[in-house]
């Protein structure tokens, strides 16, 4: 229902409107959206990966009773990211910074040529060439990145992480989807490689929308660096 409606409403916006939505959707002059909140996102991405993927910690853990609470810790904090990630992918609402809402605002030749005119006005007034290379530039970017979006849409990664996100969420023994056919489990890593392909499409849309980008090789650095710097300093002392 509410994809439906949204639809509907998107289609009655003007060309501008869509556009201007859309960037705000991405990031606004709070700080807020979804290019900010995936950034927040790369934190919960590292711990992960020292918690659940890194030897360092589970080595120090003997076969004991409290192995069981580690990889009850190890099971949360994996299921806490498969559930965050999952919001990115949310479907179309006018309620939500889901990707695929981004995408429903921007697909259309109206923002195309919004995309267009604003990264040529950048450059207009130093060299009109280089403006109409930056403005081509900008729409064949969005173009990418709304088929990307769309890719990830249909892949089966995402419906698998989606269909078990649900079952955790919801405390569901089927969901929808599997009363219709079986679906299986998602494989370790798979959020990880969700992940990638999400920033990798959601730098696209803001390059092009916003025209401007985030310097997400320097978040990863930064992120990457606090994490380690804390969990390669825990030592664990497990009581017999």
């Known amino acids: ?21 859309a960037r705000e959707k991405l990031s606004n002059t709070e700080n807020q959206g979804a290019a900010p909140t995936l950034l927040g996102h790369m934190r919960l991405h590292e711990n992960t990966r020292w918690l659940v993927y890194k030897p360092h910690l589970s080595d ?37 910074r889901s990707i695929p809402t981004i995408v429903a605002l921007a697909d259309c030749s109206g923002v195309s040529q919004c995309v267009y005119d604003d990264h040529f006005s950048h450059y207009r007034s130093y060299d009109s060439d280089i403006a109409k290379k930056w403005g081509a530039k900008a729409r064949r970017r969005l173009r990418t990145g709304i088929r990307g979006a769309n890719e ?23 969901t929808r989807r599997e009363k219709e056919a079986a679906i299986p489990l998602p494989r370790y890593g798979d959020e990880r490689n969700l992940f990638r392909k999400t920033v990798t499409t959601l730098n696209r849309l803001y390059l092009s929308l916003n025209g401007t980008g985030f310097d997400w090789d320097s978040a990863k650095k930064m992120h990457r660096r606090n994490a380690e710097a804390f969990w390669k300093g825990v030592k664990i002392e497990v009581m017999r």
């Not at 639809?7 to 869509?18: F, P, T, W, Y």
């Not at 009850?72 to 479907?91: A, D, G, K, P």
């Open 60 to 96: 120090q853990i003997p076969k004991s009773h409290a192995a069981h609470a580690f990889t009850e810790l190890q099971n949360s904090v994996l299921h806490y990211e498969i559930m965050r990630l999952c919001t990115f992918w949310e479907t179309v609402d006018l309620d939500s």
């Open 152 to 174: 990830i849409e249909a892949s089966d990664i995402l419906f698998n992480v989606r269909n078990f996100r649900d079952k955790l969420a919801h405390q569901l023994e089927l």
């Open 1 to 21: 229902m509410y994809k439906e409606k949204s639809l509907r409403e998107i289609g009655k916006m003007s060309s501008d409107d869509r556009w201007r939505l």
